[in-house]
Nanobody, 120 residues
Framework: QVQLVESGGGLVQPGGSLRLSCAAS?????MGWFRKAPGKEREFVAG????????TYADFVKGRFTISKDNAKNMLYLQMTSLNPEDTAVYSC????????????????WGQGTQVTVSS
């Protein structure tokens, strides 16, 4: 089973940017980013197909976040811009065997997560 390791989290000021990375130990198909804030349920952020040609975003990140995938390097990325305090959460990447990726997709493999804190 593939293993996923996230990196790139940290403290950023409101309006700032961060790029999260997710390193996979092997080949992956569909992948996604999720986040969990304290006191809230985990929520879908963005998803990408195995080829990288199809992407899906939660409404609250559209226009601000971009998900991308480098299959040659087994890497997944999440470029985050215009960050606000409501984006503070632990962000996790996940992998699925499904060719269709969205909020309802079942993801079989999860990373441990990386903390993103947006604060002045």
């Amino acid at each position: 089973q593939v293993q996923l390791v996230e990196s790139g989290g940290g403290l950023v000021q409101p309006g700032g940017s961060l790029r999260l990375s997710c390193a996979a130990s092997g080949r992956t198909f569909g992948m996604g980013w999720f986040r969990k804030a304290p006191g809230k349920e985990r929520e879908f952020v963005a998803g990408i197909s195995g080829s990288g040609r199809a992407t899906t975003y939660a409404d609250f990140v559209k226009g601000r976040f971009t998900i991308s995938k480098d299959n040659a390097k087994n890497m997944l990325y999440l470029q985050m811009t215009s960050l606000n305090p409501e984006d503070t959460a632990v962000y996790s990447c996940a992998a699925t065997r499904s060719s269709v990726v969205g909020p309802k997709t079942v993801f079989e493999t999860w990373g441990q997560g990386t903390q993103v804190t947006v604060s002045s």
